[in-house]
């Protein structure tokens, strides 16, 4: 699934892309309410985590201005208010479930597959990722161009999968450094650079067009024009 994370704890929220990511999921994160709500408008997602207590603005008014715009992306709400009355205006702000901090992984987990398939959305849905000739199989992990098929590391096939999720889009170092590598800041190293070249060499190499493209001093872009 494609999952938009609201969550203001950086501890609790690197605990979850790293969970959610080793599921397969792609997550965008932001860290209060305002860019939250940004990127619920602007984005598409099967389900949002959204925390009750954010800076900026509160997670249940996010909720309250989803809905009042018409989005009806499936929300998880988490908050250490766990009486029933915080659960009762979780849910009337726009909720669709609310998860009383701490709580179990596994229970999350659990709950964000309902709010999937509710959504028609399963969590690690049998189907492929396409751009142009190039494909990944989300169960196998097989990746094939124009019916070649190409060996990918772990790391690559999670950059990959990232990318093809994000084709057509700019996707910038800072998104990669969070999504595919779970880091928070910038090592100052070329990790990035080496991983993009090598998967560059793969899935383009031997090919008439390019699909990974570098917009330099911007970040990259997987599709067939640049």
Same mark, same amino acid.
């Given at each position: 699934?494609?999952?938009?994370?609201?969550?203001?704890?950086?501890?609790?929220?690197?605990?979850?892309?790293?969970?959610?990511?080793?599921?397969?999921? &792609?997550?965008?994160?932001? *860290? %209060? @309410?305002? =860019?939250?709500?940004? #990127?619920? $408008?602007?984005?598409?997602?099967? !389900?949002?985590?959204?925390?009750?207590?954010?800076?900026?603005?509160?997670?249940?008014?996010? &909720?309250?201005?989803?809905? *009042? %715009? @018409?989005? =009806?992306?499936?929300? #998880?709400? $988490?908050?250490?208010?766990?009486? !029933?009355?915080?659960?009762?205006?979780?849910?009337?702000?726009?909720?669709?479930?609310?998860? &009383?901090?701490?709580?179990?992984?596994?229970?999350?987990?659990?709950?964000?597959?309902? $709010?999937?398939?509710?959504?028609?959305?399963?969590?690690?849905?049998?189907?492929?990722?396409?751009?142009?000739?190039?494909?990944?199989?989300?169960?196998?992990?097989?990746?094939?161009?124009?019916?070649?098929?190409?060996? $990918?590391?772990?790391?690559?096939?999670?950059?990959?999968?990232?990318?093809?999720?994000?084709?057509?889009?700019?996707?910038?170092?800072?998104?990669?450094?969070?999504?595919?590598?779970?880091?928070?800041?910038?090592?100052?190293?070329?990790?990035?650079?080496?991983?993009?070249?090598?998967?560059?060499?793969?899935?383009?190499?031997?090919?008439?067009?390019?699909?990974?493209?570098?917009?330099?001093?911007?970040?990259?872009?997987?599709?067939?024009?640049?």
């Amino acid at each position: 699934m494609h999952i938009l994370l609201i969550e203001d704890d950086r501890q609790a929220a690197a605990y979850l892309l790293k969970g959610l990511g080793e599921g397969g999921h &792609v997550v965008d994160h932001a *860290a %209060d @309410g305002e =860019d939250g709500l940004h #990127l619920a $408008l602007t984005g598409e997602y099967d !389900v949002l985590i959204v925390d009750r207590m954010l800076p900026r603005r509160d997670g249940l008014a996010v &909720v309250r201005m989803l809905r *009042a %715009d @018409g989005r =009806d992306t499936p929300v #998880l709400v $988490l908050s250490a208010l766990g009486e !029933v009355d915080d659960r009762v205006q979780g849910l009337r702000a726009g909720g669709d479930d609310y998860l &009383v901090k701490p709580y179990a992984f596994s229970e999350l987990l659990a709950r964000l597959e309902a $709010l999937g398939r509710r959504r028609g959305a399963a969590p690690d849905a049998p189907g492929n990722l396409r751009v142009a000739d190039l494909e990944l199989d989300l169960l196998s992990h097989r990746v094939t161009r124009a019916g070649r098929s190409l060996r $990918l590391q772990p790391r690559e096939l999670r950059l990959l999968e990232y990318l093809m999720r994000h084709a057509g889009q700019v996707v910038t170092r800072t998104m990669l450094l969070e999504q595919v590598w779970d880091l928070h800041f910038d090592p100052q190293t070329n990790v990035i650079d080496t991983q993009i070249s090598r998967l560059r060499s793969k899935i383009d190499r031997g090919f008439d067009r390019p699909l990974l493209h570098t917009l330099r001093g911007v970040g990259y872009k997987l599709d067939e024009s640049p």
